[in-house]
């Protein structure tokens, strides 16, 4: 143990285990401040989304939930609260309006907080509580249309209410989101003496659940069983696509992200074992001459990385929590909220990065130091056995396995090692043949230009795994710039600020030109109208639903309700015709729809419109754009098929803040229409997404550092070479100049043909990421070959003059006794 430490020290104060030091700390602190960073951000995510749900977990029943169901809750010491929610009619005064209803119990809400007002259309305060029994919080819109103000009284069933607070959200409300009637708030403990509900009434009973995630897995796992058709359970990730889509991406991104650093911290691991090798070859054989059995020096390594990888791990560790509190203090004023605390238990993955690293990199390489022979490295003509490519493939499984570990699945770290491959296949043709016809036009190089290109060939081997890191290094740069740019750029361009945040519906045809003017009047955007029939889909071609489908279960969303239909002369906005023809004679079918319903063109579907049957052949097939939030639907029939039907209208429209009170006051005047208000997710979904974005940059920052770092080791795993050949030519006669200008070119060439292969790279691994990862649109990004060489000549440039200033400083006669 004494030798062992002895050599230890020795190889500190030589610089030769700092390198393998700094790359275990690099490695370990960029995986674990990314790591406890996502973790942070999707745990905030989760929070946001639980606010939106009200609870952790929630239970919907169509029917009286079981007081057996709420019993368990307690049994398991789950936080719990209940709401009922109905549609009745609610008056004040001489006017009535029909109006959704909460009734909620004390404990309501379990997540989030109610956002209550004292005026009409403010933008209200918190409170945890609810309603007390007597009093009702209405939203403005609902008060508006009763002309009700605080203190007035208001009827429901056959009950009194007095209307305590304006009600500006219901952190649970998107439970009932498409609830076309204006919403209000009561007390559980009034509901019985409305006497509103009654047999056959639609009513939507709710248990809300929050404690430990092991408890409600239990509670969820007892309660599925007793489920039939009236039962739903919902978390917070289910509460609407549109949500859960964003999330998701969310999630996919931060996991890319950590992928990422993964990647790059084993690049790190690579190249400093590589040249701990390198440089212990002569320690070795003397060891070995002075009877150093292999026995010893696996026993001497061994405890010498054990000793690194301790300390390697414990400062990374440090400077990882560090960093991710750093970077969770530069956010805390962009965040809505405040970040939850880093967990501890989440350690382990930046620990087990430097680990693996090790075990994969370190000591293959260790061993293949061992078995080499004495007479080898003692004879500069003999050669070393060369085995690195079954080392670097074991490093290479060892790093997927550990992408597919940390992303929990193997889409994302798949993608990423294909493109590795790839781009490594194509460095390595094109490389080749580059360098060689280099070399081929700088025979006889006398010019600095000539040597810095002649000098790419001859250290082909070298120059070509550092044309790959160089590569590797800048491509993920460049995804990362993709991402950040072009993807999170389109999740923000679904959600603009002026998309379209209120529907209506119930809108008869004669009223249109009265709604029309209204709306001009007060400056409101209004999306074109269409006409809506109800019509439920009974047969594909010859066969019924009922014998596809005969449990009622599993049904694609085609079939199994009935369904909006409408008529349309031309494709609508948000509308792309994939094939077929729109304008002839029969059903445009929405893309996803078909897909799910396994038809397609030719097929025919009986559609049963009010007892009658229409069958029509599908004769287009369109994608829609769902985030467009106008009105869209799955299918489109020719006008002859629905004109004799009665049909209500339906429109889309954004109303701001400023024009709200006058444009529901304005409604007013048209009591049978029906409105639904959608902008409170939309500020929730832009809220996440504005969030992410801002992550994303600091995100970028550090991986792009710890690239920078990778790149400057990569460039001193060759810098021997370099400073021999740059001694040889200043003893030779050369000038400073011309050794500048050799390696200027060198690293300009090695710079420019990275950027231009990580461009490649970056845009075939964007292509993957958009349209298997994102699932969205795949588009061509021209900046990043403008960003990727002008990176690669700038920054690598600037790294290798840096790291070879030795041989433009030093005397030759210096650097040869070194070397």
Not at 298 to 324: D, E, N, R, S, Y
Request: charged share 15%; glycine share 8%.
């Amino acid at each position: 143990m004494n030798f062992s430490f002895r050599l230890m020290f020795r190889d500190l104060r030589s610089g030769d285990l700092v390198t393998l030091l700094l790359a275990l700390v690099i490695s370990v602190s960029t995986v674990t401040s990314i790591g406890l960073f996502i973790d942070r951000l999707q745990l905030s995510f989760e929070q946001e989304s639980a606010n939106l749900l009200a609870a952790d977990r929630l239970v919907r029943s169509d029917e009286v939930i079981p007081d057996s169901w709420k019993e368990k809750a307690d049994d398991l010491s789950l936080q719990k609260a209940e709401r009922t929610s109905f549609t009745t009619m609610m008056f004040a005064n001489d006017a009535l309006q029909l109006s959704q209803i909460s009734a909620v119990t004390d404990s309501y809400p379990l997540k989030g907080a109610f956002l209550v007002e004292d005026t009409l259309f403010g933008t209200g305060y918190k409170t945890e509580s609810s309603p007390k029994s007597g009093e009702v919080w209405v939203s403005s819109r609902l008060a508006s249309l009763l002309d009700i103000k605080i203190g007035d009284q208001v009827e429901i069933g056959d009950a009194l209410f007095k209307v305590s607070k304006f009600l500006v959200r219901d952190p649970g409300s998107s439970t009932s989101a498409f609830a076309i009637s204006p919403r209000a708030v009561i007390n559980l403990v009034d509901l019985e003496a409305t006497n509103v509900i009654i047999p056959g009434s639609r009513v939507r009973y709710s248990i809300l659940l929050a404690g430990e995630a092991e408890a409600l897995s239990e509670y969820e796992s007892w309660v599925k069983p007793q489920f039939d058709l009236g039962h739903r359970w919902r978390t917070p990730t289910q509460r609407g696509e549109r949500i859960g889509d964003t999330i998701g991406r969310a999630e996919s991104f931060l996991l890319l992200a950590g992928t990422l650093a993964v990647v790059m911290s084993g690049v790190a691991m690579a190249l400093a074992s590589a040249r701990f090798v390198k440089r212990h070859l002569m320690q070795v054989a003397i060891l070995k001459t002075l009877g150093a059995t292999p026995n010893l020096l696996v026993k001497l390594f061994a405890q010498q990385f054990t000793i690194l990888f301790l300390c390697g791990a414990l400062i990374g560790l440090g400077i990882g929590w560090g960093m991710q509190e750093l970077i969770a203090s530069l956010l805390s004023n962009l965040m809505s909220t405040a970040l939850p605390e880093p967990s501890v238990s989440r350690l382990w993955l930046g620990a087990a990065t430097g680990a693996i690293s090790m075990l994969v990199f370190c000591f293959p390489l260790m061993l293949r130091l061992i078995q080499i022979s004495p007479l080898s490295v003692l004879q500069p003509s003999a050669k070393i056995e060369q085995n690195t490519l079954l080392i670097y493939a074991i490093g290479f499984v060892g790093m997927y396995g550990l992408m597919c570990v940390y992303t929990k699945g193997f889409l994302l770290p798949s993608i990423m090692t294909i493109a590795i491959l790839a781009i490594g296949l194509v460095v390595a043709l094109i490389g080749w043949a580059v360098f060689r016809l280099g070399r081929s036009l700088t025979s006889g190089a006398t010019s600095g230009w000539q040597i810095g290109l002649a000098s790419l060939y001859r250290r082909l081997v070298p120059n070509l795994f550092q044309l790959l890191v160089f590569t590797l290094i800048i491509m993920l740069g460049l995804i990362l710039v993709g991402v950040k740019s072009s993807l999170i750029a389109d999740w923000q361009q679904q959600l603009p600020e002026d998309a379209p945040n209120h529907y209506l519906f119930n809108v008869q045809a004669d009223q249109i030109e009265s709604i029309d003017g209204k709306t001009q009047e007060l400056d409101v955007e209004r999306s074109s109208w269409y006409p809506m029939v109800r019509g439920r889909v009974t047969y594909v071609n010859d066969t019924s639903i009922e014998s596809l489908y005969p449990d009622g279960r599993g049904e694609p969303e085609l079939y199994d309700r009935e369904l909006n239909l409408t008529w349309s002369d031309e494709i609508g906005e948000g509308n792309s015709l994939i094939s077929g023809d729109f304008k002839a004679n029969g059903l445009s079918v929405e893309l996803s729809a078909a897909q799910e319903a396994n038809v397609g063109l030719g097929d025919e579907l009986t559609i049963n419109i009010g007892g009658n049957p229409i069958r029509l052949p599908i004769t287009s097939i369109r994608k829609v754009d769902w985030g467009s939030m106008r009105p869209n639907f799955y299918l489109i029939l020719p006008k002859s098929a629905l004109e004799d039907y009665p049909a209500n209208f339906v429109s889309s429209l954004f109303i701001s803040d400023n024009n709200a009170q006058s444009f529901y006051k304005t409604m007013s005047q048209f009591p049978t229409v029906s409105i639904l208000n959608v902008g409170d997710i939309l500020k929730q979904i832009q809220t996440i997404v504005g969030q992410l974005s801002n992550a994303i940059q600091l995100v970028l920052v550090c991986i792009l550092s710890a690239g920078a770092l990778v790149l400057l080791a990569s460039v001193r795993s060759t810098l021997e070479e370099r400073l021999e050949e740059g001694a040889l030519l200043r003893v030779l006669g050369a000038k400073s100049s011309l050794v500048r200008q050799a390696l200027l070119i060198e690293f300009g060439a090695l710079g420019l043909f990275s950027g231009l292969l990580a461009a490649l790279g970056a845009e075939t691994c964007l292509y993957g990421l958009q349209v298997f990862v994102f699932q969205t649109q795949a588009s061509f990004h021209p900046m990043l070959w403008i960003i990727g060489p002008s990176i690669g000549v700038l920054i690598i440039t600037a790294i290798g003059i840096f790291a070879s200033r030795t041989v433009l400083k030093v005397p030759p006669m210096h650097l040869l006794r070194d070397l």
